[in-house]
């Protein structure tokens, strides 16, 4: 079984700063790709920002300059710093990881999701 478990959401006024962090907790034998999405009331979900091993990081055009990628290798933790948040960056934050389980097949598996709302 693995799990995905995320932290780090909540209220912040506009211009104020977040960190996301999202462990994945199992029977993992190797990550491949993780990252973080989201979706507003009313929208589709979209890609927020994705990392490959930590090396090679992918963002959004509305959250470069703004938003950083990181990952722990060691902890199975991948980290959203959030900056200069503006209210339209108000979601559910969701972590996504590509994941090969111990004798088992590779897919991707979801977090919960996380509420992130910035407002005055």
């Known amino acids: 079984q693995v799990q995905l478990v995320e932290s780090g959401g909540g209220l912040v006024q506009p211009g104020g700063s977040l960190r996301l962090s999202c462990a994945a907790t199992?029977?993992?034998?190797?990550?491949?790709?993780m990252g973080w999405y989201r979706q507003a009331p009313g929208k589709q979900r979209e890609l927020v920002a994705a990392?490959?091993?930590?090396?090679?990081?992918n963002y959004a055009d509305s959250v470069k300059g703004r938003f950083t990628i990181s990952r722990d290798n060691a902890k199975n933790t991948v980290y959203l710093e959030m900056n200069s948040l503006k209210p339209e960056d108000t979601a559910v934050y969701y972590c996504?990881?590509?994941?090969?389980?111990?004798?088992?097949?590779?897919?991707?598996?979801w977090g919960q999701g996380t509420q992130v709302t910035v407002s005055s």
């Open positions: 199992g029977s993992i034998f190797s990550i491949y790709a």
């Open positions: 990392t490959i091993s930590g090396a090679t990081t």
């Open positions: 996504n990881a590509d994941i090969r389980r111990l004798l088992g097949a590779r897919s991707h598996y």
